[in-house]
């Protein structure tokens, strides 16, 4: 059973460019978690979903931020016209049921040149 | 918003030593849980602790809750360079979504 899969590993755009990073959760699991990290900080949280379904994103910003954990393929966080402050670790996570451990994956470090 | 505080920030100790760190929280939660986080790498999962529940063991680590002063602890005991990470806390809200919310964690460093 593979672990939280994300993609790619590093991801580098240049201000205005549009990112988009890609996380398949562990096989039966259909909650979604999305957290953001800066260096020497905890972990932000952004964004929960369910299949098909956003259950909260209220840590994540009204514009140029989006997320989908479509009924087929991985969740796609995707940030558009990106700017220096976008860079920063990306770590999905997923879990079978709410309120259990969560699994994460290894990140997609974005920088924004 | 920041849930969860650690204390200390930062920690360095010999192998061989014990290691506690605490957690502090501010609202009422269902589950408190630990996560290490090796340099650059996503987080792992330690051990989660019931709102009901007061102590809990795995392995050479041991947790402690209280809700009553909204604050955790995790001890790990007889250290070895191989724990040398970040540890954090994170808290499971009542009355909202299931979101887990991160302090900002502490910097354990296990000297050989």
């Known amino acids: 059973n593979a672990g939280v899969m994300q993609n790619p590993r590093h991801l580098v755009r240049r201000r205005g460019q549009e990112a988009r990073l890609r996380c398949s959760p562990m096989k039966g699991h259909s909650h979604v978690y999305w957290y953001r990290q800066l260096p020497e900080e905890g972990l932000k949280f952004m964004v929960y979903l369910q299949k098909e379904n956003i259950i909260d994103e209220s840590g994540m910003p009204k514009e140029r931020f989006s997320a989908e954990f479509p009924k087929e393929g991985p969740s796609i966080l995707r940030i558009q016209q990106v700017v220096r402050g976008d860079s920063a670790a990306y770590f999905c996570?997923?879990?079978?049921?709410?309120?259990?451990?969560?699994?994460f994956g290894s990140g997609t470090q974005l920088s924004v040149l | 918003s920041q849930q969860g505080e650690e204390d200390p920030q930062a920690l360095s100790i010999q192998e061989g030593e014990n290691a506690t760190m605490n957690c502090s929280y501010k609202?009422?939660?269902?589950?408190l849980q630990w996560y290490r986080q090796n340099s650059g790498r996503g987080l792992v999962h330690l051990i989660l602790i019931r709102s009901n529940e007061r102590e809990k063991h795995s392995g050479r680590l041991r947790v402690t809750l209280d809700t009553s002063k909204k604050s955790s602890s995790l001890l790990i005991t007889a250290s070895r360079a191989a724990d040398t990470a970040s540890y954090f806390c994170a808290t499971g809200t009542q009355g909202g979504s299931e979101k887990l919310v991160f302090g900002k964690g502490t910097k354990l460093t296990v000297n050989p």
């Open positions: 609202t009422s939660i269902n589950n």
């Open positions: 996570a997923s879990s079978p049921r709410e309120g259990e451990k969560l699994f």
